[in-house]
């Protein structure tokens, strides 16, 4: 199994920056991709960025140009460095990890991000 525990979270003023953290372990090895999902109160919950076991990264075109995932492979770690926030970024951060090997997908319990205006 693989365990998720993300931290950062917090308030910022808009036009501020954030930086989430998720640090992975378990079977580390079962897990092929990495990535940040929000959820909003009464919305669903949304991709925000991915990255591979071998670097290839996706992201929303909401969070294009502000937002960037990266991961150290040495601390089992992966990052969201969130640049000029948007009140419309508030939302519940989570920590996902995909496993083809388990079959399914593994969650962090989330971090909350509030950004104000």
């Known amino acids: 199994q693989v365990q998720l525990v993300e931290s950062g979270g917090g308030l910022v003023q808009a036009g501020g920056s954030l930086t989430l953290s998720c640090a992975a372990s378990g079977n580390i090895f079962s897990i092929n991709a990495l990535g940040w999902y929000h959820q909003a109160p009464g919305k669903q919950r949304d991709v925000v960025a991915t990255i591979t076991r071998d670097g290839t990264t996706t992201y929303a075109d909401s969070v294009k140009g502000r937002f960037t995932i990266s991961r150290d492979n040495a601390k089992n770690t992966v990052y969201l460095q969130m640049n000029s926030l948007k009140p419309e970024d508030t939302a519940v951060y989570y920590c996902?990890?995909?496993?083809?090997?388990?079959?399914?997908?593994?969650w962090g319990k989330g971090t909350l991000v509030t950004v104000s205006s």
């Open positions: 996902n990890a995909q496993s083809s090997y388990y079959r399914r997908n593994f």
